[in-house]
């Protein structure tokens, strides 16, 4: 999926730089050859950014079904919301290949602006699921080699992140803290 945004995210900044462009001309020459190219960048550009939102949404709505199994309430319900958001930008899109005028453009942007206010926490919210499942996996991968380390291994580990020497203070309190741990992790 990671190729697939990149693409995307290609052809919206293409877009933005042409809008960008075609918007700076209207806005010196205003001539109704220069207000068409606007409007013309204009519907270019926001079926390119809302399929842009649109296409990650969908790859953290999968990503947070196949990590997660939807497992719980908050899992179930931030799916849920992905789709409510997804449905919505699928929406959108009929209503920006009609755009006929600038000040249509800029309403449809505002509007589609103020939903990213309620879909950027819920992106968060995913991706926050989707680590916090991945890291719990690891730490359960992790645990058995843990439970079968013995004392000495781990009076080992310790004796190195003492023999090793940093001038940098902040690494050098990193390794404290690590030897410390782990002589509380000592029968």
Known sequence: MLPTLFALNAAYRLAFDNWGLARNQYLQYKTEATRQAAISATRQLLPARNVLWKTYLQDLRAQLASDTNIANYS???????????????????????????????????????????????????????????????????????IDSASPSSTLDLVKQKLGTSTPDLKKRHQLLLDVASLMLQLP
């Open 75 to 145: 899992q179930t319900t931030a799916y849920l919301n992905l789709e409510t958001e997804i449905n919505f930008l699928d929406n959108q899109d009929s209503e920006f290949s009609g755009i006929t005028s600038l000040a249509q453009a800029k309403q449809l942007s505002k509007a589609w602006e103020s939903r990213l206010g309620k879909s950027e926490p819920l992106s968060i919210t995913a991706r926050t699921q989707i680590l916090s499942h991945r890291l719990d996996q690891f730490a359960s991968r992790l645990q058995p080699f």
